[in-house]
Structures are given as structure tokens and as C-alpha cells.
């Protein structure tokens, strides 16, 4: 929220740049070793959509952290949700997903999106009501109650839909790639490039435009004083936490559509990953999370390629690299 | 008593619990046939050291680590892999189990140190983070590790199954190499959680605890706090090291599933909670409740599903199938968080209060 | 006009720490009423529990006729009374516009009011989209009690606010708080520094040990040297 004041003049809050060049500078480091253009092109493209998909998950926990300290691993619990909330409309419109019309497809798409944020918005105020509220403060409880909470929801999940991987197709037109010579940019890459762009936008917009963005930038540094100005902020934050969940099950539904799939294993796994987002980033930082989805994003596409069987951790080395670089983070929110 | 570092276990209805467990193990191979049985006695007695050494650092110091299976991994894969390539040998094993050590210290060192630079909150996250890599780096590197199938060894000859100490049978239970191996093990648990209990019972593990309660103030009083938490990090990483290659050694087998896989330590943080963080003592109960519903829930479960299904009932065969037993340890989990976060220990101390 | 805050045998526990021990005391209606007391005495705590930010273990809280001592934060603040605590609490990352857009709940602000508050605080007009960050420390202390004033309240509390001060903003800020004395609203003040107290205060409770050791007018306090050096240990004149 601090970085990328989009067409606002100077002197206005001024936000460190370098920390926002750090994909470019990964991206201009990696090019000479990639060599060919055409393939950067594909591994490029191919890092920022994943960088979007893995933002959406990972925005609304770094909020959550954020205003009240609240280590959610149930989170990986709404992006795994999501992904079986897409199975859910995409079962019953398989001919609207198959049928040679943009508008059937895209129409498809968009339910099954809405579906999975609405459901997991809602699933997350049960998880906020049953799980975190009992025990706001405490940070052990939380981390072990949240973690209880991801067992059961996981399970839960198994026992709903079973245990096997569920199927699910690209609608017609999201299939295939766009070609320009010798470089392939998959089509779905594309579509969850401006999903997330517009994610991004938006929470921006929220954030700074509104004033319960305003409420949520303040809080996040400062939760008592904004109480002590007359504001409800337990309620601020199941709003907050209910946003974050939905994002998550978008981002997963994403994620399930862009694999194939949906299991009950893509949330530990992405949870994983939103950590480390998150911590790259800066707790609380939304900015500050985006940069970091790229970054990871773009750097294991690169290690994917150059440097195979290193890629999986890559995401950890960077983590490391950043922390000793900047011990809180790319964009610290002041006052953690 | 002193072998017990002046700290028994208080409470009649606890030292009866304990003490159902010891002998349990103690007399496993002669008290319960099959292998199944010995198995689930094995992996208690595993689970107890495991469980232990992360309370050691969970409840007695208070610091949320999930790094802990990578240390359980690395005993395992040390013991292992030395087993694989230098042949069944006492050697082999002793080198094993000292690189795995010496490589657990090493990262308990860069963890505690990294501690330093990062905010505390960071670093469950980054112990998360980390282990992820860890598991990750042992399924890729397969032709060391043997990647995501793991490495089948042969044991030092005392201890293979096809082994006799003795040609007749004792209490009815051929002396296998097996069963050598499970006393073994049994005898190593048994020591090390004795060192264990003598570790927190001393002057260091009182200043843990108050690190626990108040750093600040510890800070203030002059201990100094880095120092501790790094030296009950290794410490604990040793325990989890020897739990790993003692379990690598009973399944003659080593892969990213059994040692390294992130349930294990899922396994380990219910363990700890459910039989009462802060006490070694809950960690021996936590352990045996839990490979005991482990290895036996699922059969009850069963029944209770097709039971379900007989009448057609709607959703309960899939809530009681066998596979889900996770769900309602999961359960128990949460509901011992909230109501008894003293876990079963704490329990059954409250139970003796009333008492009196 | 503004009510009189009410506190009748309150106690604060913090973890095992017993800080108000019987604290009694009222400020007046429409008056300034300066809260003085050694290091520790329990004076930050007081504020944080009227406040609500600490929940009192026993005693009644009013303001005027509304019982204030079980209520949330939030609730208090929405009954009129505004708090600048001190550690000024700005919002680091918002700017100087959006702190007090915030301290603003009933609507946006008020562009007479707020001229008013930059012929005390220029830097503030100076400053209006910067990074409060970016604001020096005494910049922010006039951030802090700008936004504690930019709408009218019931109740003013103000904690230390010239801690570390120049004289020169210490005199703007005084001729601020009697600007706002005029306008009826009672206020509650700590202060270390006499020459504040002297000149804004109406009312003195001192504190000591959790308790209220001495009431009465500031003027008296004032002139009594002998009751300065006992209650506080020095004489005022030396709280410079």
C-alpha cells in the first residue's frame, strides 16, 4: 500500500522504489542465462501469472497478520475450498465450457470464480467465529488452534468430495497459447494475469481510496489507537478476514483450473508459499506482497529452467536472501 | 528418586497411566503377538523421544518450531543412507548416527542464529519454510537419497529378523533379531528420555521456563536468552536426530514419507498438546494415545462406516471411513486447545485436586 | 457544556501488577484539570482505563451521568472523549490528511476547524500529504492533539504532551489549549511541565502510588512551595 501510488504527484507519500525493481532485476539477471528470447518470453509470462494466482491467495493473510496478529495456517483450508468450489459449477455447465462461444466460456469462468470466493468468504467467517475468536491474543493457541482448524477442514474436504483428484477442463477459448514467432504465452496465463492485475487494483483502491481502507492501513499499524478513535476494529476484521478467505478460494480456484484439477493437498502446499510471500513482502504490506508474488513467482520459473532441481527450493533461498537483506521485509509496515 | 531427576509424576490416577504404559512396553514382544502389535510398541517408544524433545523446546522454553521432523529426517537418512552405502555394520551405524548429529547441530546453530536477525514471529514460519525445503531437497536428490522411494537397508546381522540369540523360545517368543532391535530401541528411548527429564529439572531448564513466561524479564535478570534457546534448540534437535535413526533402524527403510513428510510433525505438535505441553510426562501419554489410535482407531472406524452405510445414512460412512481418523484427532485436537490446554496430564492433576 | 468525569474507587490490574489501588477523584465540568504524579505513579494508567483501553477490576467510571467502566475502547471514544496519548500514536504510513480524517467520525472535516488548527500547527498545513513519518517528533505531537481537537468532544485527555518539545511549539500548543478551554470542554491533562500546568490548569490532582494523594486548585498548588516539594519531591518550578 505504500509502494505503487498509481498517478499521484509528487510530493506526496514518497515509497522506496528499489524494493519494487527487485523482479525486474531478477528477470534482467536471468535473461543471459536463459539465452533465447522466445523462451524468456514464455517463462516470463509464465511467472507472472503464477506471481497473480499466488498474490490473491497470499493478500488477504498478510491483512490478517497484519491487523491482529493472527498466524492463520487454516488458510490453505479456503484455497483448497475454492478449488473444489470451481468442480462444484463446473460439473453441472461442462456443455457452456465446451461450446464455441467466448461468452459461454467466459461466463463459466466467472460463476465458477464467484462461486469460490462467496463460498470460502462465507466459510471464513465461520473459521473466524469457531476457531480464532476464542482465542485472539494468544498467540500459541492460535498458531495451534488454526493448525487444528486446517486438519479438520482438510479432512472435512476428503470426506466430501473424496480423496481422488477431481477433474476440471479449460473452457474452450482459455485453451491453447498465443504465439508471437517462436514464443508461446498459454491464453489461461493471460486471463490470470488480469484477474489478478484487477485483484491488485482493486484491494489498492479499497485501501487507499476508502475510508475503511483507511481503517485497515490503520489498524494494521496501530489496531489500539484506531479502537481509541471510535472504531470497531473486531469488526474491521472479520470484514478483513472474510476478504481474505474469498481471495484465497479464487486464487485456488485458479490455481485448480490452471492445473486440471482439484485436490485437498493444494492448500498445505500453497500455504507454504503464502508464507514465504508474505514474509518477503512484509507482514501487513499488500504492496508489499504483490513485489513478493512476482518475485518468487518469476524466480522459480527461472530455477525451473536453469537450474532444475533447485527450483522447488527456490523459493526459500530467496526468502533467506531477502531477510538478510532487509530483516522485515520488503515493504515493513512501520510500528511492527 | 533420582533416576527420575527428583520429579515423579504426581497424581495417582497419572502414575498408574505411566505406569500401564512402561510395563506395556517393557514386556511388549512377550505380552502382545504379531508383528503388527510390536510394530505400534516400536513406533510408541519412537514417538515418546519425539515427542519429548519437541516439548522440550514447545513447552518447556515456548518457542513454536515446525522444523522439528527435519531434524527426525535427518537421523533417519543419516543412519539410512551410511547403512546403504557402507554395508551392515556397527560402524556404519555409529557413522551415521554421529553425521546426522553433527549436521542437526550445524542447522540448530544457523536456526538459533537466524532467530537472532528476524522477528520471533517470523519464525514458526520460517522453521515451516525451511522443512518444506528440507523434504523437497530429499525427494529431489535422488540419487543420494533414493529420492521419493526412499532407500531399503540391511541392519547390522543382531539385529535381522532372521537372527536368534537363543534356539529355544522364551515366554513362548522366539528371540529374534527383531526382537533385539525393539529393546534396543526401547533401551535408547528409555535413556535418553531420563536425560531429558534431567535437562529440564535442572537450574537450565528452570531459566527455559522463565524464558517461557516473561523473556523480557529474563533478559533483565541476566540470562542470556539467545543463548539458552539456541542451546534447548540443538538439544532438542539431538532427541528428535536419535528418534529418527532409531526409527530408520526398526523399518530397515528410510524415505521422504515416513522421515521427513510434514504429517509427522503435525503428528508430534497433537502429541505434545494432547498429552499436556510443559510436561515430559504428557509427551509418554500423548505419544501412546496417539500411534495407539494411529494403528487401531482405523478398524473401530471401519466398522462404524459400514455400520453407517448399512442403513444408508448420508455423509456419516464417508465421516467414519478409516482414512478420515485424522478428522476426529483433529477434533480432539482443537477441543483440547481450548478446554484443556494442559492437555491429559493437566486433566488428570485436576482430577487429584478435587480429591483432596 | 461539556460533563465532569467521575472515578470512584478504581482499581487497574496489569498481569500481577496492582497499579490503581483506589483511585478517587473528579474533573471538573468545562474545567482543565491537570494529573500530576512521580514516575510511576499510575497516571498513564488512569487515562488507559477511562479510556477503556484497560478494563478497570473494580470501581465506577463516569462522564456525567453515562457509566463509562466496562465499556470498549471504542464506545468510550463514541461518547465524546478523545484521547492523545503519549506515545502520540500516529499512523506512520498514513498521511498527516488521513490521521485526521480518521480522528474525523462524523464526517468529513471541517475546513473552519481545521484553518483554526493550522494557526496553531503551520507544519501541519505544510505537511497535510506527507508520511506522518516523515514528521519530526514535535510535529507529531501536534498531529496528535490535532486530531484529538478536529472535532468538538466531551472530554479531552491528553498525555505529556510536551515531552521533548521546543519552547517555541510548547508556547503554541499552550496558546492552543486555551483556545479550546474557551470553548467549554473539559479536559484532563498530565504534564511534567510546571509553566504548562501553571498556565492551563484550573484544577490538580496529584497522584502517587496508585492513588490520589492531594486535590485542589492549580493556582493554590501553585504558590504553596512547601506542598509542591512534598508531593512531588521537587518544586515545580524545577519541571522544566
Known amino acids: 500500500m505504500t509502494a505503487l501510488d498509481v498517478g499521484q504527484a509528487l510530493p506526496r507519500r514518497r515509497a522506496e522504489i528499489l524494493p519494487a525493481l527487485t523482479p525486474l532485476i531478477v528477470a534482467l539477471a536471468a535473461a543471459p542465462f536463459i539465452g533465447s528470447f522466445s523462451t524468456f518470453v514464455t517463462l516470463t509470462a509464465a511467472g507472472l501469472a503464477m506471481g497473480m494466482m499466488i498474490f490473491t491467495m497470499a493478500s488477504g493473510l498478510t491483512l490478517v497478520f497484519g491487523m491482529m496478529d493472527v498466524l492463520n495456517f487454516g488458510h490453505g483450508a479456503f484455497i483448497a475450498l475454492g478449488a473444489y468450489a470451481a468442480t462444484l459449477v463446473f460439473a453441472p455447465l461442462m456443455s457452456w465450457s465446451s461450446a464455441d462461444s467466448f461468452a459461454l466460456n467466459l461466463a463459466v469462468f466467472l460463476l465458477a470464480a464467484i462461486a469460490a470466493a462467496l463460498i470460502c468468504g462465507a466459510f471464513g467467517w465461520a473459521f473466524e467465529r469457531l476457531i480464532v475468536r476464542p482465542v485472539y491474543g494468544q498467540h500459541l493457541k492460535q498458531i495451534l488452534a488454526t493448525i487444528g482448524g486446517a486438519i479438520i477442514a482438510e479432512q472435512l474436504l476428503y470426506a466430501l468430495f473424496g480423496p481422488a483428484q477431481i477433474p476440471l477442463t479449460l473452457p474452450r477459448t482459455f485453451e491453447g497459447s498465443f504465439v508471437f514467432g517462436q514464443a508461446a504465452i498459454e491464453k489461461y496465463r493471460v486471463l490470470a494475469t488480469l484477474v489478478g492485475l484487477t485483484v491488485f487494483l482493486g484491494e489498492m483502491l479499497v485501501l487507499n481510496r476508502t475510508k475503511i481502507g483507511l481503517l485497515i492501513r490503520a489498524g494494521v499499524e496501530n489496531r489500539e489507537m484506531v479502537e481509541a478513535l471510535g472504531y470497531r476494529v473486531d469488526r474491521l476484521f472479520v470484514g478483513v478476514f472474510m476478504a481474505g478467505s474469498a481471495l484465497a478460494g479464487l486464487g485456488g480456484a485458479m490455481m485448480a483450473l490452471y492445473r486440471g484439477q482439484a485436490h485437498a493437498a493444494i492448500g498445505g502446499e500453497f500455504l507454504v508459499l503464502c508464507f514465504i510471500v508474505i514474509i518477503i513482502g512484509g507482514l501487513g504490506s499488500v504492496g508489499g506482497s504483490f513485489v513478493a508474488s512476482i518475485l518468487v513467482a518469476l524466480i522459480a520459473n527461472y530455477a525451473g529452467f536453469l537450474v532444475p532441481k533447485l527450483a522447488l527450493v527456490s523459493n526459500i533461498l530467496a526468502m533467506v536472501a531477502v531477510l538478510l537483506w532487509r530483516p522485515r521485509g520488503l515493504y515493513p509496515v512501520s510500528g511492527r | ?356 | 457544556m461539556s460533563a465532569a468525569l467521575i472515578l470512584e474507587g478504581v482499581h487497574t490490574h496489569i498481569g500481577r501488577y496492582h497499579i490503581l489501588q483506589g483511585v478517587d477523584f473528579d474533573a471538573p465540568a468545562g474545567l482543565t484539570t491537570m494529573l500530576l504524579g512521580r514516575n510511576g505513579a499510575g497516571k498513564t494508567t488512569t487515562l488507559r482505563t477511562i479510556m477503556g483501553l484497560w478494563r478497570a477490576s473494580k470501581g465506577r467510571i463516569a462522564l456525567g451521568a453515562t457509566p463509562l467502566q466496562d465499556l470498549p475502547a471504542s464506545d468510550v471514544a463514541r461518547l465524546g472523549v478523545a484521547y492523545a496519548p503519549e506515545t502520540m500514536a500516529v499512523f506512520s504510513d498514513l498521511s498527516v490528511k488521513e490521521n485526521l480524517v480518521l480522528g474525523a467520525r462524523q464526517g468529513p472535516l471541517d475546513d473552519a476547524r481545521l484553518n483554526w488548527i493550522f494557526g496553531f500547527f503551520p507544519a501541519l498545513r505544510k505537511f497535510w500529504l506527507s508520511r506522518a513519518g516523515a514528521l519530526s517528533g514535535g510535529q507529531k505531537q501536534m498531529l496528535s492533539i490535532a486530531r484529538a481537537i478536529v472535532e468538538p468532544r466531551e472530554l479531552l485527555m491528553i498525555d505529556e504532551p510536551t515531552k521533548g518539545l521546543a519552547p517555541a511549539i510548547v508556547g503554541a500548543l499552550i496558546a492552543c489549549l486555551n483556545e479550546i478551554k474557551a470553548t467549554g470542554v473539559t479536559i484532563l491533562m498530565v504534564e511534567q511541565n510546571f509553566r504548562v500546568a501553571r498556565e492551563v490548569g484550573d484544577e490538580v490532582r496529584v497522584m502517587d502510588n496508585g492513588r490520589i494523594v492531594h486535590r485542589g486548585l492549580m493556582a493554590e498548588l501553585a504558590a504553596d512551595e512547601r506542598l509542591q516539594s512534598r508531593l512531588l519531591g521537587l518544586s515545580l518550578d524545577s519541571h522544566q
Open chain 2, 1 to 356: 528418586m533420582n533416576i527420575l531427576s527428583e520429579n515423579p509424576p504426581r497424581g495417582r490416577a497419572l502414575q498408574i497411566l505411566l505406569i500401564l504404559i512402561v510395563l506395556a512396553l517393557t514386556l511388549a514382544p512377550f505380552l502382545f503377538h504379531g508383528a503388527k502389535a510390536l510394530n505400534v510398541a516400536a513406533k510408541t517408544c519412537v514417538m515418546i523421544l519425539l515427542a519429548a524433545s519437541y516439548d522440550l523446546l514447545l513447552g518447556y522454553t515456548g518457542v513454536v518450531s515446525f522444523a522439528h521432523v527435519m531434524f527426525f529426517g535427518v537421523g533417519a537418512y543419516g543412519v539410512g543412507l551410511a547403512l546403504y552405502a557402507l554395508g551392515p555394520s556397527w560402524g556404519a551405524l555409529a557413522l551415521g548416527l554421529a553425521a546426522g548429529a553433527a549436521l542437526s547441530l550445524m542447522l540448530a546453530l544457523a536456526i538459533g542464529l537466524f532467530s537472532l536477525r528476524v522477528q520471533s514471529i517470523f519464525f514458526a514460519m520460517v522453521t515451516l519454510a525451511v522443512a518444506y525445503a528440507f523434504n523437497v531437497l530429499a525427494s529431489q536428490l535422488s540419487d543420494l537419497t533414493g529420492g521419493e522411494d526412499g532407500r531399503s537397508f540391511t541392519v547390522p546381522a543382531v539385529l535381522q529378523p532372521s537372527f536368534r540369540l537363543v534356539h529355544d523360545k522364551v515366554f513362548g517368543v522366539a528371540i529374534t533379531g527383531k526382537i533385539l532391535t525393539y529393546y534396543l530401541v526401547f533401551a535408547v528411548v528409555a535413556a535418553a528420555f531420563l536425560m531429558l527429564l534431567r535437562v529440564v529439572n535442572s537450574p537450565f531448564g528452570r531459566v527455559l521456563q522463565a524464558i517461557r513466561e516473561n523473556p523480557f524479564r529474563a533478559e533483565a535478570l541476566g540470562y542470556r536468552t539467545i543463548f539458552h534457546r539456541t542451546l534447548a534448540t540443538s538439544i532438542s534437535a539431538l532427541g528428535a536426530t536419535l528418534a529418527g535413526a532409531l526409527f530408520s533402524l526398526w523399518l530397515r527403510y528410510v524415505g521422504p514419507d515416513t522421515a521427513l513428510s510434514f504429517s509427522i510433525q503435525v503428528d508430534v505438535l497433537v502429541m505434545v498438546v494432547v498429552g499436556g505441553m510443559g510436561s515430559l510426562y504428557g509427551a509418554i501419554i500423548g505419544a501412546a494415545l496417539f500411534v495407539f489410535a494411529e494403528s487401531y482407531l482405523q478398524d473401530v472406524m471401519a466398522g462404524l462406516s459400514q455400520a453407517a452405510a448399512d442403513v444408508s445414512l448420508p455423509l456419516l460412512p464417508a465421516l467414519f471411513n478409516p482414512d478420515r481418523w485424522l478428522l476426529w484427532l483433529g477434533l480432539v485436537f482443537v477441543l483440547a486447545v481450548y478446554f484443556a490446554p494442559a492437555g491429559v496430564v493437566g486433566a488428570l492433576k485436576a482430577d487429584e485436586a478435587t480429591w483432596e
